[in-house]
């Protein structure tokens, strides 16, 4: 009984396989697990334009010693193990609605360990066109966030 259901499993796995695209026909990207690229729409396939407003130079910046993890939203997300001080820049401008309700920019400091050995959160600061716009000090314990349009 059970190298009955076995094998009928096998079977069926293998046409639903069959039929779910699991064929030859398959792109390299998503044979190797990539998602395909998804068709860009331009104004004249949708007939909206998307207007995008003035770009502005954005540095996201951590201070401290040693390694920690830091989480931000910049022209990407990310989540990563960097080493302190850390710092990241990309010029972003805010489009469509966002031209309306803002564009956020946050960077979130994982934890430092400080001179007496207490864990606190890291410093942050975010900059724009030159100037701070936002900063923390190191035990906060707040994430650094910005809007702008």
Same mark, same amino acid.
């Given at each position: 009984?059970?190298?009955?259901?076995t094998g009928?499993?096998?079977?069926?796995?293998?046409?639903?396989?069959?039929?779910?695209?699991?064929? &030859?026909?398959?792109?390299? &990207?998503?044979?190797?697990?990539?998602?395909?690229?998804?068709?860009?729409?331009?104004?004249?396939?949708?007939?909206?334009?998307?207007?995008?407003?003035?770009?502005?130079?954005? /540095?996201?910046?951590?201070?401290?010693?040693?390694?920690?993890?830091?989480?931000?939203?910049?022209?990407?997300?990310?989540?990563?193990?960097?080493t302190?001080?850390?710092?990241?820049?990309?010029?972003?401008?805010?489009?469509?609605?966002?031209?309306?309700?803002?564009?956020?920019?946050?960077?979130?400091?994982?934890?430092? /360990?400080?001179?007496?050995?207490?864990?606190?959160?890291?410093?942050?600061?975010?900059t724009?066109?030159?100037?701070?716009?936002?900063? /923390?000090?190191?035990?906060?314990?707040?994430?650094?966030?910005?809007?702008?349009?």
């Open positions: 009984m059970r190298k009955t259901l009928a499993a096998f079977v069926v796995a293998a046409v639903l396989l069959a039929g779910c695209g699991g064929g &030859a026909d398959e792109s390299a &990207a998503e044979s190797k697990g990539e998602s395909p690229a998804q068709p860009s729409h331009t104004s004249e396939e949708s007939g909206d334009a998307v207007e995008e407003g003035t770009p502005h130079k954005v /540095t996201i910046e951590v201070k401290g010693a040693g390694t920690g993890s830091v989480m931000y939203t910049l022209d990407e997300d990310g989540f990563e193990q960097v302190l001080p850390w710092k990241k820049t990309a010029t972003i401008a805010a489009r469509g609605a966002e031209r309306k309700v803002g564009r956020l920019v946050i960077v979130t400091p994982g934890n430092v /360990t400080r001179p007496d050995g207490r864990l606190v959160a890291a410093a942050c600061s975010i724009v066109d030159g100037k701070t716009v936002v900063k /923390t000090e190191e035990g906060a314990g707040k994430p650094c966030s910005y809007k702008f349009k």
